[in-house]
Nanobody, 121 residues
């Protein structure tokens, strides 16, 4: 099992940027593709982005493509989501999880605290 802790969220004005981090504990982080998900109040949890085990492949939901950038540093057991040109609809709690790349299915589904992103005008 890999324990995941999200951070980096906050309150930001529309058009601004945030950099989210997903820090993992455990010895097998580098064995997993990783994904980001988000959930707004009263809404279903949506897939946002994914990155392959070594970072050579990334995939983004249409709603964030061209604005968000996924990266990882396996030596630091950390995945990053650079969020640019933020919009009101990006407001949500963001979670990370290991995923099955291609289907983007959450592997662990622990859904801890996440990190909240709030975008204002």
């Amino acid at each position: 099992q890999v324990q995941l802790v999200e951070s980096g969220g906050g309150l930001v004005q529309a058009g601004g940027s945030l950099r989210l981090s997903c820090a993992a504990s455990g010895r097998t982080f580098s064995n997993y593709a990783m994904g980001w998900f988000r959930q707004a109040p009263g809404k279903e949890r949506d897939f946002v982005a994914a990155i392959s085990v070594r970072g050579g492949y990334t995939y983004y939901a249409d709603s964030v493509k061209g604005r968000f950038n996924n990266s990882r540093d396996n030596a630091k057991n950390t995945v990053y989501l650079q969020m640019n040109s933020l919009k009101h609809e990006d407001t949500a709690v963001y979670y990370c999880d290991a995923v099955l790349l291609g289907n983007y299915v959450p592997l662990f589904g622990s859904w801890g605290q996440g990190t909240q992103v709030a975008v204002t005008s």
